[in-house]
Structures are given as C-alpha cells and as structure tokens.
Nanobody, 124 residues
Framework: QVQLVESGGGLVQAGGSLRLSCAAS????????MGWFRQVLGKEREFVAG????????RYADSVKARFTISRDNAENTVYLQMNSLKTEDTAVYYC?????????????????WGQGTQVTVSS
C-alpha cells in the first residue's frame, strides 16, 4: 500500500506563494490518480486539485483556478501543489490523496489513501 506524507505548509502573507509536496512510499506513484484537498475546522474537506496518473490531465476547484498548479514527478514519487496569489480564505489543512482508479473525482470518498495533512495559514 502507498503511504503519503505532505510537507511545505506554513505561514505566508496574502499574495504570497507556497509549494506543497506529497511524497509517496510503499508503491510507485504512477499507479495512482492524485488529489489535493483542504479542510477548515468545522467544515467538510473540499477538493482543491487532481492530476491523472500520467500527469497529462488535471482538474481544479473554481476557487483556485489560475492560482494553483498541481504537478507530479513519478520518477521522484512526488506530487506538488504550487499555490500563488494566496488569499486568507486559502487557510486550511491541506491533504494529499490517492486513488487507484482513473478519473478525477471531486468527492473525497473516491480516494483511498490519505496523508496526515499540512497546515497552510495565510495572514492579511
């Protein structure tokens, strides 16, 4: 089974940038469709971005389009989320997720494996 570990979170001012990483171990990352989700305390976890197994297709939540970019390096077993023009409303715990099937679903229930999350805080 694949294990996922996120890193790269932190505190940044509004308008700044962060790059999150999700390192996979246990199985090769190329077997999985990958996604990034985020969750604010007391709210449901929401889809942020997803990328296909090969990296040729991606999907974004409307709230992050044109600001966030998901990418993957299967040789390095790592998925990235480049976050630019950050807003205070982007503050959340960000989770990396994997699913063995194809497709880029929005619902978290379609993803099988999860990392522990990394906190992103955007200050005004």
């Amino acid at each position: 089974q694949v294990q996922l570990v996120e890193s790269g979170g932190g505190l940044v001012q509004a308008g700044g940038s962060l790059r999150l990483s999700c390192a996979a171990s246990g199985r090769t990352l190329s077997l999985y469709t990958m996604g990034w989700f985020r969750q604010v305390l007391g709210k449901e976890r929401e889809f942020v971005a997803g990328i296909s197994k090969s990296g040729t297709s991606s999907r974004y939540a409307d709230s992050v389009k044109a600001r966030f970019t998901i990418s993957r390096d299967n040789a390095e077993n790592t998925v990235y989320l480049q976050m630019n023009s950050l807003k205070t409303e982007d503050t959340a715990v960000y989770y990396c997720a994997a699913r063995g099937d194809y497709g880029l679903p929005l619902r978290q229930s379609y993803y099988d494996k999860w990392g522990q999350g990394t906190q992103v805080t955007v200050s005004s």
